[in-house]
């Protein structure tokens, strides 16, 4: 099965600075990359998504970047904020083995 | 538009007692998935269903977890029986699709002792 690793567990940022987190996968065939935001005792919640055709991907303060050479896919927050607090998950989905896996996840910290 | 309902929200169960989670799609989500995320860890899928059809569940302990749907709405999930190693947030999300945003439930946090 995809193998994700994201790097890196813990981050911790000044408010206003940038935050990067960066995953990893194996299957050459994934085609599909969702970042989730999981606040504590929350549910995951979807904040941004990029698919196998697109290099980049942004929303506002968040952006997306995907090197399909080098498998490997990341997130960017610019202007932190401390509601950015939280912990990010990559997920990649897989079109060989047709399943949403998903990294051990960043605990991002936002100093104010 | 109404999430993706799951219950019980808690359970705490003695080890080798059976539980069974629930969980209830958005509606028209043909894809369902069931995770379980141990404390600290990313979700860990364990099955994923198509409509009524099982996709992928590889991961599923087979000796002890169990999972259905039902005229591919609902779900269940059951372990029986359960392991002090079970203790997590079970989690349930469903999607349009395979290539779409997944939507999770509040989960149901287990409990073994």
């Known amino acids: 099965g995809e193998n994700v690793e994201q790097h890196p567990s813990t981050l911790s940022v000044q408010e206003g600075d940038s935050a990067v987190i960066k995953c990893t996968y194996s299957d050459s065939a994934s085609n599909y990359f969702p970042w989730y935001k999981q606040e504590l005792g929350k549910r995951p919640q979807l904040i941004i998504d990029i698919r196998s055709n697109v290099g980049e991907k942004k929303d506002q303060r968040i952006a997306v970047t995907l090197n399909k050479t080098a498998k490997h896919f990341s997130l960017h927050i610019t202007e932190t904020q401390p509601e950015d607090s939280a912990v990010y998950f990559c997920?990649?989905?897989?079109?060989?083995?047709?399943?949403?896996?998903f990294g051990k996840g960043t605990k991002l910290s936002v100093i104010p | 538009e109404a999430g993706v309902a799951q219950s019980p929200r808690y359970k705490i169960i003695e080890k080798r007692q059976s539980v069974a989670f629930w969980c209830n799609p958005i509606?028209?989500?043909?894809?369902l998935y069931w995770y379980q995320q141990i404390l600290g860890q990313g979700p860990k899928l364990l099955i994923q269903?198509?409509?009524?059809?099982?996709?992928?569940d590889s991961q599923l302990p087979k000796d002890r977890f169990s999972a259905e749907r039902l005229k591919g709405v609902d779900s269940t999930l059951k372990i029986q029986p359960a392991k002090l190693e079970d203790s997590a947030v079970y989690l349930c999300?469903?999607?349009?699709?395979?290539?779409?945003?997944?939507?999770f439930g509040q989960g149901t946090r287990l409990t073994v002792v």
């Open positions: 997920a990649v989905f897989g079109a060989g083995s047709y399943q949403l896996t």
């Open positions: 509606s028209g989500h043909a894809t």
């Open positions: 269903f198509q409509n009524n059809g099982v996709v992928d």
């Open positions: 999300a469903s999607s349009l699709g395979q290539l779409r945003e997944a939507f």
